[in-house]
């Protein structure tokens, strides 16, 4: 069973940063490329940024673009979101997913607020 654990969430103010992470099991983490996405209250699911399975063919949305870094390490099963510059319209709940997917797991909430 494919099972996806975000965490790395939180409470920060305009302009600082997070780190999240999603620990991957039940299939081949490697050969798989990944995604983030994240939904907004009162808002659907938004792509933010995509990684290949070596971690190459990075992408980004634009409004995230230059300030979130996607990586991942496979010999840890971990996918990786490098948010930085956060600003109050990032806030959300965080989710990753195979790229073909949707999310399956809890997610994890990022409010940006001062």
């Known amino acids: 069973e494919v099972q996806l654990v975000e965490s790395g969430g939180g409470l920060v103010q305009p302009g600082g940063s997070l780190r999240l992470s999603c620990v991957a099991s039940?299939?081949?983490?490697?050969?798989?490329?990944m995604k983030w996405v994240r939904q907004a209250p009162g808002k659907g699911l938004e792509w933010v940024s995509t990684i290949g399975s070596g971690g190459g063919n990075i992408a980004y949305a634009h409004s995230v673009r230059g300030r979130f870094t996607i990586s991942r390490d496979n010999t840890k099963n971990t996918l990786y979101l490098q948010m930085n510059n956060l600003k109050p319209e990032d806030t959300a709940v965080y989710y990753c997913a195979i790229y073909s997917g949707s999310p399956r797991g809890q997610g994890t909430q990022v409010t940006v607020s001062s």
């Open positions: 039940g299939f081949t983490f490697s050969t798989y490329a």
